[in-house]
Every structure is written in C-alpha cells, then in structure tokens.
C-alpha cells in the first residue's frame, strides 16, 4: 500500500517562508505525477503545484503563482513546495499528493484532484500577519 508522507508544515509570519517534502513509499515505479493540494478552514480542496515527475513540466494555483515552486527530489517519489512571501491567507492543510496511471493533460493542468490516486495525511502551515 503506497504512502504518502508529509513534512515540513508550521508557522511561520507573513513574508515568511516554508518548504514542504513529500515522500511516497512501497511503490517500485515512478510516479506519474505528484501535487499538493490544501485546504482552509471551512473551503474546499484547492489545487497549489503538480509536476510530472519525467520531464518536470510544472502547473501551478493562480493565487500561488510567482511565490511558489514545486520541484522533484533526487530520490524517486521525492517533491518538495517551497513557498516564498507567505501570506495568511496561505494558511491551510497542506497535503501531497500522487498518481501512477495516465492521466489527463488538461484536467492535470488544472491542477484536477480527482486525477490523483492517494493522498497524505496532510501538514499544517499557519501564517500570521
């Protein structure tokens, strides 16, 4: 059974900045493409960063775009999210997460959660103004 495991979560004041790991065990492949999501209180799932983990072409949220970067590790199944001049509206659970079967072009670019197979725990990030 995969796992996806979260690190890196915390709180940090406004202009601040984090970077969160993402590691997905027990699979002997690469994954397809790997993201990370987040949640506020009381909103839905909004869609932050994806990579495809061949090749590196990347896709982000539009209220993260320019602060943020997503990147893979050298270890297989590894991604990081560095965020850069947090904000409070940028506190959130944080979660990873991955797919290993094809997927969709577009619904990927649009950063689509249902594309994605399993899930972390998720790691909070709070920010102060």
């Known amino acids: 059974q995969v796992q996806l495991v979260e690190s890196g979560g915390g709180s940090v004041q406004a202009g601040g900045s984090l970077r969160l790991a993402c590691a997905a065990s027990d699979h002997p492949e690469s994954a397809n493409v790997m993201g990370w999501f987040r949640q506020a209180p009381g909103k839905g799932r909004e869609g932050v960063a994806v990579?495809?983990?061949?090749?590196?072409?990347?896709y982000y949220g539009t209220s993260v775009k320019g602060r943020f970067s997503i990147s893979r590790g050298n270890t297989k199944n590894t991604v990081y999210l560095q965020m850069n001049d947090l904000k409070p509206e940028d506190t959130a659970m944080y979660y990873c997460?991955?797919?290993?079967?094809?997927?969709?072009?577009?619904?990927?670019?649009?950063?689509?959660?249902?594309?994605?197979?399993?899930w972390g725990q998720g790691t909070q990030v709070t920010v102060s103004s």
């Open positions: 990579i495809y983990l061949d090749g590196g072409r990347t």
């Open positions: 997460a991955a797919v290993w079967g094809p997927v969709g072009w577009y619904a990927i670019s649009k950063l689509d959660e249902n594309e994605f197979q399993y």
